[in-house]
């Protein structure tokens, strides 16, 4: 079955960067069609697209944020690598990754991990 | 500000139906299809409802989805305590290169 595993630091700094790895299992980010996003939700709000890597290696990112995010994948260890820099405390949020099996979005999420940027 | 409207919240009694809105524009609902993710308390966003109107294996055919011009729905029928969650909206933007927009997600309390 497919599942997707977020993981990286509870606490960053403000002003470092953000490294989380998606490793998932159940499907080939080298099919064609595959694609693994970033989505965040600062608590209490709405979710947010940040990032979404494809399986011929195309990128994309949230218009808001491309400056600070960059996405990489390593097919065969079945991750996703999303690096997010210059943090503030309003980059405070569960980080999810999730499928995409064109043209459906999001159809499996990891269960999420919180980032809380303190100094 | 989230590029798809949602009401904030909508309840409801047990074995009543509730309907939930999402609008949006030609760029994203008008243009193409509506998905619907539920949210249960504590846990990761699931798919609900995809191609405005398709459940996946294991959403009882109590939660339907429609679409017409730029806004769609979600209904559930027959409310049950288990029902209450976040549900958010979303949909692909042609205006956004690869961009899924959300709704700003409405929090469904059954009384």
């Known amino acids: 079955q497919v599942t997707l595993r977020e993981s990286g630091p509870a606490l960053v700094k403000p002003t470092q960067t953000l490294t989380l790895t998606c490793t998932f299992s159940?499907?080939?980010?080298?099919?064609?069609?595959?694609?693994v996003s970033w989505i965040r939700q600062p608590p209490g709000k709405a979710l947010e697209w940040l990032a979404r890597?494809?399986?011929?290696?195309?990128?994309y990112y949230s218009t808001s944020l491309k400056t600070r995010l960059t996405i990489s994948k390593d097919t065969s260890k079945n991750q996703v690598v999303l690096t997010m820099t210059n943090m503030d405390p309003v980059d405070t949020a569960t980080y999810y990754c999730?499928?995409?099996?064109?043209?459906?979005?999001?159809?499996?999420w990891g269960q999420g991990t919180l980032v809380t940027v303190s100094s | 500000q989230s590029v798809l409207t949602q009401p904030p919240s909508a309840s409801g009694t047990p074995g009543q139906r509730v309907t939930i809105s999402c609008s949006g524009s030609s760029s994203n609902i008008g243009s193409n299809y509506v998905y619907w993710y539920q949210q249960l308390p504590g846990t990761a966003p699931k798919l609900l409802i995809y191609r405005n109107n398709q459940r996946p294996s294991g959403v009882p055919d109590r939660f339907s989805g429609s679409k017409s011009g730029t806004s769609a729905s979600l209904a559930i029928s027959g409310l049950r305590s288990e029902d209450e969650a976040d549900y958010y909206c979303a949909a692909w933007d042609d205006s956004l290169s690869a961009h899924v927009v959300f709704g700003g997600g409405t929090k469904l309390t059954v009384l």
């Open positions: 999730a499928r995409t099996q064109n043209p459906v979005p999001f159809d499996y």
């Open positions: 890597i494809d399986w011929d290696d195309d990128k």
């Open positions: 159940g499907f080939s980010l080298s099919t064609s069609g595959m694609c």
